[in-house]
């Protein structure tokens, strides 16, 4: 599998290509300013589905551009998805844009394995940034959207945010997955379990 990391949108948002051999790709969290980079991904790939983590608006504005594809969302997250007070879209003087869209939105639930075509993922749901946060594990690769960053974590200020979950979130991730584990977060670097639980001031 090859994974490539995609920053757009002002708030510089990581979205992650995952393709195979045969040129099929999974998309997690496309986020805003994302047009290049749904174009470029029709060109190549033929897109299978999108994995969301979490509902704010600079991790799914982007599945506009590809309204045909299923996309897997963790059950406590459609109130999210669809309120544009909770997704932010009113933050940023917007409504959603999805109003009107036949989205095909499959729910997940916490430890559900996902298999598309030979894409197996497993999802742990992550809450603390918002009630449904969720990070999907694919082999020793792990999504964690904006529940682990490099050195920090995701802000629990916004609205269904609670600092208390994040902590219990963050303890979960740090008991569940060995310091090999590499982790792909919603924004800043790319980093990996050890180095987080030796240098992240939110892992007690």
Do not use: W
């Not at 992650?16 to 099929?24: F, L, M, P, T």
Request: hydrophobic share 35%.
């Amino acid at each position: 599998m090859k994974i490539e990391m995609m920053t757009t949108g002002f708030y510089f948002t990581n979205s992650y290509i995952i393709s195979n051999d045969n040129k099929e790709c999974i998309i997690v969290d496309p986020g805003l300013g994302y047009v290049e980079v749904a174009n470029a991904i029709k060109k190549t790939y033929k897109p299978l589905a999108i994995l969301i983590t979490h509902a704010h608006m600079d991790h799914i504005d982007g599945i506009k551009y590809f309204n045909d594809l299923p996309i897997y969302l963790y059950k406590d997250e459609i109130r999210v998805f669809n309120d544009s007070n909770l997704n932010l879209y009113e933050m940023i003087g917007r409504k959603s844009p999805f109003d009107g869209m036949n989205l095909n939105i499959i729910k997940v639930s916490d430890l559900e394995e996902i298999n598309i075509s030979d894409f197996k993922f497993k999802v742990y749901h992550t809450p603390g940034h918002t009630p449904g946060s969720c990070c999907y594990l694919m082999g020793n690769d792990l999504f964690t959207g904006d529940t682990l960053f490099n050195e920090s974590c995701g802000r629990c200020d916004f609205p269904g945010g609670s600092f208390s979950q994040m902590e219990e979130s963050l303890e979960r991730i740090m008991n569940t997955f060995n310091d090999n584990v590499k982790c792909y977060p919603g924004h800043n670097d790319i980093t990996d379990i050890g180095y987080e639980r030796i240098h992240n001031p939110f892992i007690k």
